[in-house]
């Protein structure tokens, strides 16, 4: 049972990324997903998620517009868009749903 997140980089300040989070031996239907980054020097700070029934989303306010989350259920994996990255939004990216959290991926957005 494990949690895999993917697709961090390195990319230009309002270039793009989506980052994966897919899950092996259970369902993330049954949980809430959420994402979460650690950034240099400063705490975890939760980014966004995802309900399990209605898809009901949230958004940290410094990815609100920019950041969209969502849930592919064929795939098992719930997704990150990002645009319009800022060097600010640069960290470690996490997933976690229930007691999971995946390794992390790492997030550069610099010029």
């Known amino acids: 049972v494990q949690l895999q997140a993917s697709g961090g980089g390195f990319v230009q300040p309002g270039g793009s990324l989506r980052l994966a989070c897919a899950a092996s031996?259970?369902?993330?239907?049954?949980?809430?997903i959420g994402w979460f980054r650690r950034a240099p020097g400063k705490e975890r700070e939760g980014v966004s998620c995802i309900s399990t029934s209605d898809g009901t989303d949230y958004y940290a306010d410094s990815v609100k517009g920019r950041f969209t989350i969502s849930r592919d259920s064929a795939k098992n994996t719930v997704y990150l868009q990002m645009n319009s990255l800022k060097p600010e939004d640069t960290a470690v990216y996490y997933c976690?749903?229930?007691?999971?959290w995946g390794q992390g991926t790492q997030v550069t957005v610099s010029s």
């Open positions: 976690a749903g229930g007691t999971y």
């Open positions: 031996g259970f369902s993330l239907d049954y949980y809430a």
